[in-house]
């Protein structure tokens, strides 16, 4: 049993409203603007030992708004600046669909973090998801994890509609960096 066969841990970060601030179908790098507390946050995870991966649904390609080869662009770009900002992520992985088109990649369906697990050798049920969305929380919920929601981005807007919602978020705060607090706080207490 070679350090290989040991499990990781990871967060799940959604992109938009999450990480950078949400401009409603970001379609171009100029718009690109982080939190200022991300890159700070993200070592802070990769120090407690995670793997740290970013999530997003980009439907803006699916809906004509975007080019593959556009949102490849952006993804590089936006890699590129948290990279100068001393951050750096394992990985990023999109879907480009619509609810509709019922692929199995749209958060909060598990596709993107199965395809995650598999290249990065992850154990999903002590992972996070962190996102500004429900789809996000739902997504940790639904890989057997854990799923936080926060208020940036359109997050105060859907804790509005938490009430319709069965299933509940593991946790709520205010932003990425709140989020990432809790998680290293109880993941010591595990
Ligand atoms: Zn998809």
New binding site residues.
């Given amino acids: 049993m070679g350090e290989k066969s040991i499990k990781k841990s990871a967060v799940f970060l959604d992109r938009d409203g999450t990480v950078i601030f949400d401009k409603n179908y970001l379609r171009s790098s100029i718009n690109i603007k982080f939190y200022a507390y991300v890159a700070e946050s993200i070592n802070k995870l990769r120090v407690a030992g995670f793997k740290i991966i970013i999530v997003t649904?980009q439907s803006a390609v699916r809906r004509g708004l975007l080019t593959k080869k556009d949102l490849h662009k952006i993804n590089k770009n936006f890699l590129f600046m948290l990279h100068n900002k001393g951050a750096k992520v394992d990985g990023l992985y999109y879907?480009?669909?619509i609810d509709s088109?019922n692929?199995?990649?749209?958060k909060p369906?598990i596709?993107m973090v199965l395809e995650a697990a598999k290249d990065f050798n992850i154990d999903l049920s002590k992972s996070y998801t962190i996102g500004d969305s429900i789809r996000d929380y739902l997504l940790g919920f639904a890989m057997g994890g854990k799923g936080i929601l926060i208020l940036t981005g359109q997050g105060k807007k859907h804790q509005k509609n938490l009430t319709l919602e069965k299933i509940k978020p593991f946790f709520v705060c205010k932003n990425l960096k709140q989020a990432v607090n809790f998680i290293i706080k109880n993941n010591k207490k595990i």
Avoid: A, F, I, V
């Fill in positions: 649904n879907c480009p669909h088109d692929c199995s990649c749209r369906r596709g």
